[in-house]
């Protein structure tokens, strides 16, 4: 009876403090990192420092899966690049046109600085979002 108790608290703990996931695709190569930064309003968007969530996580060529601590639901952005060089920054040319590369969620690909309204996506809670880099 005691080992049936034991299994059904782990299982149901193991559901219940389940992260949420990002899945960024076409990832071009394994060199550098995949930094992830997530914001919850127009006001903090793009502010590295007001960011909800910084997750940095080492690239994996095809496919980097980055998991999420702090945040597991509600109305996000999120911004995600391809550091390659490993310096901390995204490259950046003319008109803001990124040289790594760089995704938003909702896969909005802006023709200039981003908007957090076309990046916004409502995070629900177990279920991943896939998100594809841009090169």
């Known amino acids: 009876m005691h080992s049936l108790i034991l299994l059904f608290i782990v299982l149901f703990s193991s559901s219940l403090f389940s992260h949420s996931t990002i899945i960024i695709t076409n ?6 990192y995949i930094d992830v930064k997530i914001y919850d309003n127009k006001k903090n ?3 590295e420092d007001l960011a909800l969530e910084i997750v940095r996580k080492k690239a994996t060529k095809g496919q980097t899966v980055v998991p999420l601590s702090k945040i597991h639901e509600g109305q996000i952005a999120i911004v995600v690049y391809h ?3 490993n310096n901390g920054k995204m ?5 803001w046109r990124p040289k ?3 995704a938003f969620s909702n896969n909005y690909k802006p023709k200039g600085p ?3 309204s076309k990046t916004s996506i409502e995070l629900i809670h177990g279920k991943p979002v896939e998100i594809e880099l841009n090169y």
């Open 27 to 32: 990832v071009e190569h394994s060199s550098g």
């Open 45 to 47: 968007f793009l502010n």
């Open 83 to 85: 550091d390659e060089d």
């Open 91 to 95: 490259k950046t040319g003319l008109f």
């Open 100 to 102: 790594e590369g760089y």
């Open 114 to 116: 981003p908007k957090f």
